[in-house]
């Protein structure tokens, strides 16, 4: 059996990160009580940065609060933005100067994880989600190959001569008249 080398776009390399950072908000109000924290827009996308990839991306956080002794609430709201550094391992140490394509796919939207209420009106958070980036470039495969051609079937119409007697009489050479 013989071989051929073929280039093609595949996954040349693959990774996944868990993050966990923790922010900080500032409320008009003195808290009492936190009563919900929602993370919504998250956008991000991925590019090279030498031999890592990177990940730009934001997200907004509300944060539902009640305060003046639990008598009053309002949500307090904030964009972040982050900037994440993957360490993508490639198969077949394949070169990430050339043409690839960045696919970064959020496996754990971003969540509130914990929320505490600090002094003078601060609001400290935790916010969880993982990425994932898969790399698409240009690598070699070997395929087999046969070197011999598949004999050509013969096709043979299914005429016999009954059939073309028949032909022969039931057609009328002088049908223009």
Request: glycine residues 8%; negative net charge; hydrophobic residues 30%.
């Amino acid at each position: 059996m013989a071989y051929k080398e073929i280039v093609t776009k595949a996954v040349i390399g693959k990774g996944k990160k868990y993050f966990k950072n923790n922010y900080s908000i500032e409320s008009t109000d003195n808290p009492t009580t936190v009563l919900g924290c929602w993370v919504i827009n998250h956008k991000f996308k991925g590019y090279k940065s030498g031999d890592k990839i990177g990940v730009d991306g934001s997200f907004d956080v509300n944060i539902w609060y009640s305060y003046a002794n639990d008598s009053k609430t309002t949500v307090v709201g904030k964009t972040i933005k982050y900037n994440e550094l993957f360490n993508v391992k490639t198969r077949d140490n394949v070169d990430l100067t050339g043409d690839t394509d960045i696919i970064v796919r959020s496996l754990k939207q971003p969540n509130c994880s914990k929320v505490d209420i600090g002094e003078n009106g601060m609001i400290h958070f935790d916010i969880e989600k993982e990425l994932g980036v898969e790399i698409v470039g240009e690598t070699k495969m070997k395929i087999a190959i046969e070197d011999e051609e598949d004999p050509w079937d013969e096709i043979d119409d299914e005429v016999t001569e009954e059939i073309e007697q028949e032909i022969e009489n039931t057609v009328d050479e002088d049908y223009i008249k």
